[in-house]
């Protein structure tokens, strides 16, 4: 198996993991590069805690 087959397996039970205990699944249209985070995720975290 590739490096690159390795990382995206490796990625996705990531993903998968994080689904599972409750973290919101984004679009990547979300994503603000300038500040390297989905602000909805990062303002409701903030708000919660």
């Not at 984004?26 to 303002?43: I, R, W």
């Amino acid at each position: 198996m590739s490096d690159k087959a390795n990382e995206l397996t490796f990625q996705n039970d990531i993903i998968t993991q994080l689904i599972v205990h409750g973290w919101p699944l984004s679009q990547t249209y979300h994503y603000n590069h300038e500040l390297a985070v989905y602000p909805v995720n990062m303002f409701g975290f903030v708000r919660e805690t």
